[in-house]
């Protein structure tokens, strides 16, 4: 596959969409991810219409949290995203309205410029957002257009005005993605169910062995009263193999903060609740702060007023790097020796993949919601309890056995070969 490459293209609002296009960067042309909102020699024109639409999302993404119009104001956006309900099942074809303003911008030019720029050498296309899948496909690019969708649903808009007659072809990460599609009119031979992309260096070769390696020491901590073991010792010996004696870290918990910055509050509460037992080193606490300085500087200030200071670095961490390709990179690595991720249930939530149960912060968004219900399906996703009670409930969960069982529902029932699925597809 050394040589053998794609355009691959994606948008710099919040995390999800780089994170998604983030573990095949290697078949990238040039071994650069095209930014489509925000590429060297973007006209000014587009970039206005991109940047109205990114500074739109962080504002809504925020928009909870201010008294008293906050929620109804989210509520307004959320009903044009809505995701219509599954059954019965029936035509949802009709483009919407938000759809068809989106497309009437791409028909006056909007993204004609990145698309000429891409045809110069026509190799296949690979996004993670539908928009830059549309303006290829309004600009007939002469080459193969592939879309990853990156949420457990998805609304109409993934899917063009005209979806019986588009040739855009879906990485469905799922198959309520994969049903859904259809019930949109994409054709069937253009749904590929090929499971989320998931970090290569999480996983290993397609046997697996640096992600099983992983998750024998993870289900130690999980289950430090063997209940879950003595009842599915069959299923452990049979998924990952043979546990060692020993965990090779302390139980460790990650808070990720989405791109917007929402639920850095949550966070710092679960922190406060559990700060006796980082005092004692009974547990660590990783944050996940992105690339977002104020985020960083949020987290040390807290850690200082809470008396942690003295366990920086070592029982308490901050993830952060000024560049987002650092930033998953040692995201990713930190995440192999975490046991826990909590996180709103963003695209974050296909990682139990990886046998990491989902601890969920509460959603936002008609997407988001799909995913909780997705995780609670699988039983790999477990509702967040009251932050100021972390010290308890999360240890009730953990004696009971229950995390260890949502690390085995992740592992076993979601689909971890997404990345080298895609490979495959695109490139033969």
């Not at 004696?399 to 971890?416: C, H, L, T």
Request: a positive charge; proline letters at 5%; hydrophobic letters at 40%.
């Amino acid at each position: 596959m050394d040589n053998k490459k794609a355009w691959v293209v994606t948008v710099n609002m919040g995390y999800g969409h780089q994170r998604t296009v983030y573990p095949i960067k290697d078949l990238a042309f040039d071994e650069k991810l095209i930014i489509a909102n925000d590429y060297e020699g973007i006209p000014k024109k587009d970039k206005r219409i991109w940047e109205s639409t990114r500074m739109f999302y962080e504002f809504i993404s925020r928009s909870k949290r201010i008294p008293l119009i906050g929620e109804s104001i989210f509520s307004l956006y959320d009903k044009f995203q809505k995701i219509q309900g599954f059954y019965p099942k029936r035509d949802l074809s009709k483009p919407t309205l938000g759809l068809k303003q989106m497309s009437s911008l791409i028909r006056k030019g909007w993204g004609k410029d990145l698309i000429s720029k891409l045809k110069e050498k026509p190799l296949p296309l690979i996004t993670s957002f539908f928009i830059p899948a549309f303006m290829a496909e309004a600009s007939n690019y002469p080459g193969d257009i592939f879309c990853i969708v990156c949420d457990a649903d998805v609304s109409r808009s993934w899917a063009s005005l005209e979806p019986a007659k588009s040739r855009i072809k879906y990485f469905a990460p799922n198959s309520w993605v994969a049903n859904r599609l259809k019930l949109y009119g994409v054709k069937e031979k253009n749904v590929f169910l090929t499971g989320y992309p998931l970090p290569i260096e999480n996983i290993g070769t397609e046997k697996a062995e640096i992600l099983k390696r992983d998750l024998s020491h993870r289900i130690l901590n999980l289950d430090p009263k063997r209940e879950y073991y003595q009842q599915y010792k069959v299923l452990i010996d049979k998924h990952i193999g043979s546990l060692p004696k020993k965990s090779d870290h302390v139980l460790t918990i990650m808070f990720a903060i989405g791109g917007a910055g929402a639920q850095k509050e949550i966070a710092i509460k679960y922190v406060k609740s559990l700060a006796g037992k980082i005092k004692k080193k009974e547990i660590k606490v990783i944050l996940s702060a992105g690339i977002r300085k104020k985020i960083k500087k949020y987290f040390l200030e807290s850690i200082e007023k809470l008396g942690l200071k003295k366990n920086f670095n070592k029982n308490i961490e901050i993830v952060f790097s000024e560049k987002i390709e650092d930033y998953f990179k040692d995201f990713n690595k930190k995440l192999r020796k975490s046991d826990l991720l909590w996180t709103k249930p963003s695209e974050l939530s296909f990682y139990t993949g990886l046998g990491i149960p989902i601890i969920m912060a509460p959603s936002i968004g008609s997407q988001e919601d799909f995913n909780r219900k997705w995780l609670l399906a699988l039983g790999a996703g477990i509702p967040q309890e009251n932050p100021a009670y972390a010290n308890e409930w999360v240890f009730d969960y953990l004696n009971s056995g229950r995390f260890a069982e949502a690390i085995m529902d992740g592992f076993i029932e979601v689909e971890k070969m997404g990345t080298y699925n895609i490979q495959k597809i695109c490139l033969g």
